[in-house]
């Protein structure tokens, strides 16, 4: 056992430093090359019930709604030996729609984990910063200007969230991807990306303004398997680069001086960071469209559950994917008949969240 002492990032607009915390862990090496990894016994075990969490809200979401099935015919449908009904319930409706919101929420949780450690800001996500935003009007052009294909759109989300935080990163250039700085410009890009939509809205015809609104507020609803695909594939690429710099990121949580002292390339480390988080939420919203509250919550949350001072990505990953599939299992079994989409349900509690939020972090910087 091992003991190393790290400094917590100061609370949103304060300026009192927090006490250092000393995490203690395992320190595990791994392969001939000596990567190691610090293992928390808290942390193991919130990754372990969230994992167990997520396997349940799946068997939840397979076994249940308008056709039921049981967890017998749900694995003989799995394996190839289900009868012909419960084969095109499992794997043609309800699997593709439950592995989109599983990596899609994943790659929201990380996606929040890292911009909110690069800018030691709790609002520092990609939703608030103006990305998702970005994503949804790059998705407007395709509907509404070119009237592309559904696979059109997820190309127009991807480029306009790359353009945005290529936008977001040329206002900064020169200041560093860190601090209020780069929340208070996310908001303002957000702003005006926000007008924009309603823009391009108020110009199109009412057939293409209501499937405009409809991908805007986020949905699972109609997820094939090539969507599924496209996210998980995503976050195969994206997720352990993430993991193998999350170390080097809680060094630099620590401060640049700390960091570069460390041996850590500070500006590299936060422009790959910074590059892997818009990619994740880019992808994400791609696939269903801007999804709020789940970047902006869930690393936070397994912060508190973890009491780590670190980023926690494979928590945080593990996190957004229940949030995700629960709010899914929610408004398709709560509100049935009625066809709500995911991010009504995300959005409403995401507000209360937000407004929770910024009270106790206003409290904390009068402290």
Do not use: C
Request: hydrophobic residues 55%; positive net charge.
């Amino acid at each position: 056992m091992s003991a190393v002492r790290e400094s917590t990032a100061p609370a949103p607009g304060s300026t009192k430093n927090r006490a250092p915390r000393v995490v203690s862990g395992r320190v595990v090496r791994m392969g001939p090359g000596g990567v190691s990894v610090r293992l928390q016994g808290r942390a193991v075990a919130v990754t372990t019930l969230l994992l167990a969490s997520l396997v349940v809200v799946m068997g939840i979401t397979l076994t249940t709604g308008d056709f039921p099935l049981s967890v017998g015919e749900v694995f003989g449908a799995l394996t190839g030996n289900g009868s012909g009904a419960a084969d095109f319930v499992v794997n043609t409706l309800r699997m593709p729609r439950i592995l989109t919101a599983v990596f899609v929420g994943a790659a929201l949780g990380v996606s929040g984990a890292i911009l909110q450690s690069l800018t030691r800001n709790s609002l520092g996500s990609p939703d608030i910063i103006g990305f998702t935003n970005g994503s949804a009007v790059g998705a407007l052009v395709v509907i509404i200007v070119l009237h592309g294909s559904m696979t059109q759109i997820a190309l127009g989300a991807l480029v306009g969230g790359l353009a945005t935080a290529l936008a977001v990163h040329l206002l900064m250039l020169g200041r560093g991807l860190q601090g209020f700085r780069l929340v208070v410009i996310g908001i303002g890009v957000s702003a005006l990306l926000l007008a924009a939509n309603s823009y391009l809205i108020t110009r199109a015809t009412f057939q293409e303004a209501q499937e405009a609104q409809a991908w805007m507020i986020g949905s699972l609803g109609n997820r094939l398997w090539m969507h599924a695909n496209a996210i998980g594939i995503a976050l195969a690429v994206l997720l352990p680069p993430a993991l193998l710099l999350s170390r080097r990121l809680a060094m630099v949580e620590m401060g640049d001086i700390t960091a570069t002292a460390l041996g850590v390339n500070v500006t590299r480390t936060r422009t790959a960071l910074f590059v892997i988080s818009v990619a994740l939420a880019a992808f994400a919203t791609a696939v269903t469209g801007p999804i709020s509250f789940i970047a902006l919550a869930a690393p936070q949350v397994v912060r508190r559950l973890t009491r780590s001072s670190g980023p926690a990505l494979l928590p945080a990953a593990l996190m957004g994917a229940v949030l995700l599939l629960l709010s899914d299992l929610v408004v398709q079994r709560v509100f049935a008949p009625a066809l709500l989409p995911v991010g009504v349900a995300t959005g409403a509690v995401g507000g209360v969240y937000l407004i929770w939020l910024l009270i106790t972090e206003s409290r904390k910087s009068r402290a």
